[in-house]
Protein backbone atom coordinates (compact mmCIF):
# COMPACT_ATOMS: atom_id res chain seq x y z
CA UNK A 1 0.00 0.00 0.00
CA UNK A 2 0.71 3.86 -0.94
CA UNK A 3 3.14 5.26 2.30
CA UNK A 4 4.35 8.73 3.08
CA UNK A 5 7.54 9.23 3.37
CA UNK A 6 8.00 10.88 7.12
CA UNK A 7 12.09 12.11 8.33
CA UNK A 8 13.77 12.04 10.11
CA UNK A 9 13.28 8.37 10.51
CA UNK A 10 14.89 8.90 14.47
CA UNK A 11 15.73 11.52 16.51
CA UNK A 12 17.71 11.49 20.14
CA UNK A 13 17.50 15.40 21.72
CA UNK A 14 17.97 16.84 25.16
CA UNK A 15 15.31 17.69 27.09
CA UNK A 16 13.72 21.24 26.41
CA UNK A 17 15.06 21.36 22.82
CA UNK A 18 12.25 21.72 20.10
CA UNK A 19 11.34 19.27 17.34
CA UNK A 20 11.02 19.17 13.76
CA UNK A 21 9.24 16.69 11.63
CA UNK A 22 7.70 16.07 8.60
CA UNK A 23 5.94 13.97 5.95
CA UNK A 24 5.66 14.54 2.12
CA UNK A 25 3.77 12.73 -0.56
CA UNK A 26 3.41 12.59 -4.34
CA UNK A 27 -0.11 12.72 -3.86
CA UNK A 28 -2.35 15.17 -2.65
CA UNK A 29 -4.48 14.93 0.50
CA UNK A 30 -7.54 16.64 1.69
CA UNK A 31 -6.75 15.94 5.89
CA UNK A 32 -3.67 15.62 7.33
CA UNK A 33 -2.94 14.17 10.88
CA UNK A 34 -0.58 13.63 13.33
CA UNK A 35 -0.25 10.34 15.59
CA UNK A 36 1.73 9.18 18.63
CA UNK A 37 1.99 5.95 19.38
CA UNK A 38 3.65 4.61 22.49
CA UNK A 39 4.71 0.69 22.90
CA UNK A 40 1.95 -1.63 22.89
CA UNK A 41 -0.39 0.91 22.46
CA UNK A 42 -2.47 2.19 19.27
CA UNK A 43 -1.65 5.28 17.72
CA UNK A 44 -3.38 8.32 19.50
CA UNK A 45 -4.50 11.28 17.09
CA UNK A 46 -2.50 14.78 18.08
CA UNK A 47 -3.49 17.06 15.48
CA UNK A 48 -5.73 17.62 12.58
CA UNK A 49 -5.56 20.03 9.69
CA UNK A 50 -8.35 20.38 6.86
CA UNK A 51 -6.93 22.82 4.90
CA UNK A 52 -3.85 23.72 2.62
CA UNK A 53 -2.20 26.45 4.67
CA UNK A 54 -3.91 25.61 8.15
CA UNK A 55 -1.23 26.17 10.94
CA UNK A 56 -3.32 24.75 14.03
CA UNK A 57 -1.41 24.10 17.38
CA UNK A 58 -2.26 21.38 20.36
CA UNK A 59 -0.48 22.71 23.54
CA UNK A 60 3.36 22.14 22.44
CA UNK A 61 2.54 21.41 19.30
CA UNK A 62 1.92 22.91 16.26
CA UNK A 63 1.42 21.42 13.03
CA UNK A 64 0.59 22.79 9.09
CA UNK A 65 -1.06 21.58 6.39
CA UNK A 66 1.32 22.39 3.18
CA UNK A 67 0.24 24.52 0.73
CA UNK A 68 0.47 22.04 -2.08
CA UNK A 69 -1.54 19.36 0.05
CA UNK A 70 1.61 16.78 -0.28
CA UNK A 71 3.42 17.52 3.11
CA UNK A 72 2.65 18.49 6.56
CA UNK A 73 5.00 18.98 9.06
CA UNK A 74 4.97 18.78 12.77
CA UNK A 75 7.05 20.88 15.52
CA UNK A 76 7.42 20.11 19.16
CA UNK A 77 8.54 23.06 21.68
CA UNK A 78 10.33 22.59 24.76
CA UNK A 79 10.42 18.50 24.70
CA UNK A 80 9.70 16.52 27.65
CA UNK A 81 10.38 12.59 28.70
CA UNK A 82 6.38 12.04 28.00
CA UNK A 83 7.25 12.96 24.40
CA UNK A 84 9.17 9.57 23.32
CA UNK A 85 7.37 7.58 21.16
CA UNK A 86 6.68 7.18 17.60
CA UNK A 87 4.91 9.91 15.58
CA UNK A 88 2.98 9.13 12.33
CA UNK A 89 1.93 11.43 9.81
CA UNK A 90 -1.09 10.08 8.08
CA UNK A 91 -2.87 11.59 4.81
CA UNK A 92 -6.48 11.09 3.98
CA UNK A 93 -8.14 11.53 0.84
CA UNK A 94 -12.44 10.51 1.16
CA UNK A 95 -13.68 9.63 4.21
CA UNK A 96 -12.30 6.02 3.84
CA UNK A 97 -8.93 5.41 4.78
CA UNK A 98 -5.56 6.80 5.97
CA UNK A 99 -2.22 6.24 4.43
CA UNK A 100 0.20 6.51 7.05
CA UNK A 101 3.54 7.90 7.26
CA UNK A 102 6.74 5.64 8.01
CA UNK A 103 7.08 7.01 11.13
CA UNK A 104 9.80 9.17 13.41
CA UNK A 105 11.40 7.59 16.66
CA UNK A 106 11.32 10.42 19.31
CA UNK A 107 14.17 9.97 21.67
CA UNK A 108 14.62 12.86 24.54
CA UNK A 109 17.67 12.29 27.18
CA UNK A 110 16.42 13.29 30.25
CA UNK B 1 -17.09 7.63 26.97
CA UNK B 2 -15.36 4.42 26.50
CA UNK B 3 -12.62 4.25 23.93
CA UNK B 4 -12.27 1.53 21.12
CA UNK B 5 -11.81 -1.91 23.02
CA UNK B 6 -9.84 -5.03 20.88
CA UNK B 7 -10.11 -8.57 22.19
CA UNK B 8 -7.65 -10.42 22.31
CA UNK B 9 -4.66 -8.70 23.25
CA UNK B 10 -2.29 -11.55 22.45
CA UNK B 11 -2.76 -14.51 20.55
CA UNK B 12 -0.31 -17.32 19.67
CA UNK B 13 -1.60 -19.00 16.56
CA UNK B 14 0.51 -21.95 14.21
CA UNK B 15 0.96 -21.88 10.59
CA UNK B 16 -2.56 -22.97 8.90
CA UNK B 17 -4.58 -22.22 11.55
CA UNK B 18 -7.20 -19.36 11.12
CA UNK B 19 -8.02 -16.40 13.77
CA UNK B 20 -10.81 -13.87 14.47
CA UNK B 21 -9.82 -10.33 15.69
CA UNK B 22 -12.63 -8.54 17.68
CA UNK B 23 -12.96 -4.72 17.91
CA UNK B 24 -15.50 -2.54 19.37
CA UNK B 25 -15.77 0.98 18.52
CA UNK B 26 -16.55 3.93 20.24
CA UNK B 27 -20.87 4.26 21.25
CA UNK B 28 -21.83 6.17 18.06
CA UNK B 29 -19.44 5.43 15.64
CA UNK B 30 -20.27 3.72 12.40
CA UNK B 31 -17.32 3.03 10.48
CA UNK B 32 -14.87 0.84 11.47
CA UNK B 33 -11.08 0.20 10.02
CA UNK B 34 -8.71 -2.49 10.21
CA UNK B 35 -4.89 -1.55 9.84
CA UNK B 36 -1.93 -4.54 10.11
CA UNK B 37 1.30 -2.77 11.83
CA UNK B 38 4.78 -4.55 11.52
CA UNK B 39 8.42 -3.79 11.58
CA UNK B 40 9.24 -3.50 7.92
CA UNK B 41 5.74 -2.49 6.40
CA UNK B 42 4.55 0.04 9.16
CA UNK B 43 0.48 0.67 9.06
CA UNK B 44 -1.39 -1.12 6.30
CA UNK B 45 -4.83 -0.48 5.96
CA UNK B 46 -6.44 -3.38 5.66
CA UNK B 47 -10.38 -2.47 4.90
CA UNK B 48 -13.14 -0.34 6.33
CA UNK B 49 -17.16 -0.95 7.02
CA UNK B 50 -20.25 0.84 7.62
CA UNK B 51 -22.96 0.52 8.44
CA UNK B 52 -22.63 -3.08 8.06
CA UNK B 53 -20.97 -2.61 3.99
CA UNK B 54 -17.35 -3.12 3.76
CA UNK B 55 -16.29 0.85 1.96
CA UNK B 56 -13.24 -0.05 1.04
CA UNK B 57 -10.38 -2.70 0.88
CA UNK B 58 -6.44 -2.38 0.80
CA UNK B 59 -4.09 -4.72 -1.03
CA UNK B 60 -4.15 -7.91 0.76
CA UNK B 61 -4.51 -11.28 -0.33
CA UNK B 62 -8.05 -12.61 0.50
CA UNK B 63 -7.40 -14.65 3.68
CA UNK B 64 -8.02 -11.08 5.60
CA UNK B 65 -11.98 -10.41 5.74
CA UNK B 66 -14.18 -9.06 7.75
CA UNK B 67 -17.59 -8.11 8.58
CA UNK B 68 -19.33 -5.42 11.02
CA UNK B 69 -22.43 -6.34 12.42
CA UNK B 70 -25.92 -4.22 13.16
CA UNK B 71 -23.94 -2.64 16.42
CA UNK B 72 -21.07 -1.54 14.68
CA UNK B 73 -18.63 -4.11 16.19
CA UNK B 74 -16.53 -5.10 13.96
CA UNK B 75 -14.46 -9.45 13.86
CA UNK B 76 -11.48 -9.65 11.05
CA UNK B 77 -10.80 -13.15 10.13
CA UNK B 78 -7.41 -14.28 8.94
CA UNK B 79 -7.49 -17.96 7.19
CA UNK B 80 -4.57 -20.20 6.74
CA UNK B 81 -2.01 -18.44 8.80
CA UNK B 82 1.32 -17.85 7.83
CA UNK B 83 4.18 -16.50 9.84
CA UNK B 84 4.65 -13.28 7.76
CA UNK B 85 1.03 -12.56 9.16
CA UNK B 86 2.85 -11.74 12.54
CA UNK B 87 1.58 -8.86 13.52
CA UNK B 88 -0.13 -5.89 15.62
CA UNK B 89 -3.77 -5.28 14.24
CA UNK B 90 -5.17 -2.33 15.21
CA UNK B 91 -9.00 -1.30 14.84
CA UNK B 92 -10.02 2.53 14.35
CA UNK B 93 -13.67 3.89 14.63
CA UNK B 94 -14.75 7.18 13.23
CA UNK B 95 -18.12 9.34 13.26
CA UNK B 96 -18.83 11.91 10.54
CA UNK B 97 -22.14 12.77 11.75
CA UNK B 98 -20.41 15.09 14.35
CA UNK B 99 -17.44 17.53 14.57
CA UNK B 100 -15.10 14.75 15.37
CA UNK B 101 -13.04 13.78 13.35
CA UNK B 102 -10.06 11.63 12.56
CA UNK B 103 -9.91 7.98 13.66
CA UNK B 104 -9.23 6.43 17.45
CA UNK B 105 -7.58 3.59 17.38
CA UNK B 106 -7.82 0.58 19.85
CA UNK B 107 -5.06 -0.71 21.53
CA UNK B 108 -4.73 -3.72 19.48
CA UNK B 109 -4.43 -7.22 19.08
CA UNK B 110 -0.72 -8.67 19.01
CA UNK B 111 -1.04 -11.82 16.38
CA UNK B 112 1.84 -14.08 16.76
CA UNK B 113 2.21 -16.76 14.54
CA UNK B 114 4.48 -20.05 15.00
Known amino acids: GQQLNQSPQSMFIQEGEDVSMNCTSS?????WLWYKQDPGEGPVLLIA?????ELTSNGRLTAQFGITRKDSFLNISASIPSDVGIYFC??????????FGTGTRLTVIP | KAGVTQTPRYLIKTRGQQVTLSCSPI?????VSWYQQTPGQGLQFLFE???????NKGNFPGRFSGRQFSNSRSEMNVSTLELGDSALYLC?????????????FGSGTRLTVV
Open chain 2, 27 to 31: SGHRS
Open chain 1, 49 to 53: LYKAG
Open chain 2, 92 to 104: ASSSFQTSEYGYT
Open chain 1, 90 to 99: AGMRGANNLF
Open chain 1, 27 to 31: SIFNT
Open chain 2, 49 to 55: YFSETQR
